[in-house]
C-alpha cells in the first residue's frame, strides 16, 4: 500500500477515509471544510492509496483542538485502520510515516487521547502500548493522554486542569461537539430532533476555534454530551441510540 498525503491542493479530489464518497454529502463538505482551515496550523493527513477507513490525522499540539499541555509534540487527532486493511501491517505503516515526519520536523514525540479500555472514536490502548506509549496523564472517567517521546528528557504532557474532572454548569442536556469528526454533521441535527421531539431539553454547542477546543470541559471536544452537568458520553449518538439513553436513564417511557 502506498501513502497518499492529503493537502489543499489535491483534498478536493481525495476520498477522505471515514466518511462517504460524495463531495456533496454534509458529513464530507463539513469534515473538508474543517480540515482545509487546519492544514495553516500544520495538520498533516496521511491515508492508504484505497478507498475505506485507513488513515491517520496529526498535528502540533499547540494547535490540537484537545485541552492537553504538550509543547513540542504532535498530537495525533484520529488513527483508524478498519475492515479489510486491518491485519496486514498498515497501521504500523501509518504510524511509522508519523513518526518519521514528526521527527523530521523536530518534535519531542507523540500523544494521543485514548482510553483505559478500547472505546468508540478513540485510539486503542492496547496497539498504542505495544507501540511502546506509556500514560502521561488520565482524566475522568475513562480518558487517558498516551505519549511516545523521542528522548529520554522530553517532558511529559498533561490535560489541562479544565478537562480532569467533565463537569459544566447547565441542566438538561448539553452537548459539546466539533466538526473535527465528519459524523457530527449528520448525527448531531438527528438527536435535536430526537431531543425535541420527545421534549428533552438539549442544546448543541459546536465548537469553531482552536482556543475553544483547546479550553474545553472534557478532552474529546469532537464529542461530549452532558446531562445535569455530568458527562455522559464521548460516543457519537444515533437518534435511537440517543432514544435508548433516555429510557435507561427513565426519561422516557
Known amino acids: ?111 494521543v487521547l485514548s482510553s483505559t479500555k478500547k472505546m468508540p472514536y478513540l485510539s486503542d490502548p492496547k496497539y498504542l502500548a505495544y507501540k511502546g506509549f506509556a500514560v502521561a496523564d488520565t482524566a475522568e472517567p475513562y480518558y487517558e493522554l498516551l505519549y511516545l517521546p523521542f528522548n529520554q528528557n522530553a517532558p511529559t504532557p498533561r490535560f489541562k486542569a479544565s478537562a480532569k474532572k467533565p463537569k459544566i454548569n447547565a441542566q438538561g442536556f448539553v452537548l459539546y461537539y466539533a466538526h473535527q469528526c465528519p459524523f457530527t454533521a449528520k448525527y448531531v441535527p438527528m438527536v435535536e430532533e430526537a431531543a425535541k421531539a420527545k421534549s428533552v431539553p438539549f442544546v448543541a454547542i459546536r465548537y469553531e476555534t482552536t482556543e475553544e477546543a483547546q479550553n474545553a470541559s472534557a478532552p474529546f471536544t469532537s464529542y461530549s454530551l452532558f446531562y445535569n452537568g455530568e458527562f455522559v458520553t464521548n460516543e457519537i449518538l444515533s437518534d435511537k441510540k440517543f432514544e435508548k439513553l433516555l429510557i435507561e436513564n427513565g426519561l422516557l417511557g
Open 1 to 111: 500500500m502506498n501513502i497518499i498525503t492529503v493537502t489543499k491542493d489535491n483534498l478536493e479530489q481525495e476520498h477522505i477515509c471515514c466518511a462517504i464518497s460524495n463531495n456533496k454529502d454534509i458529513q464530507v463538505s463539513s469534515k473538508k471544510s474543517w480540515l482545509s482551515e487546519r492544514f495553516d496550523d500544520g495538520l498533516v493527513f496521511k491515508k492508504g492509496d484505497v478507498r475505506g477507513k485507513c488513515f491517520i490525522e496529526y498535528m502540533p499540539a499547540e494547535k490540537a483542538w484537545c485541552p492537553i499541555e504538550a509543547e513540542g509534540y504532535m498530537f495525533i487527532n484520529c488513527f483508524w485502520v478498519s475492515g479489510q486493511f486491518k491485519g496486514q501491517g498498515n497501521a504500523n505503516l501509518l504510524l511509522e510515516e508519523c513518526i518519521k515526519d514528526s521527527k523530521e520536523k523536530g518534535k519531542t514525540g507523540l500523544c
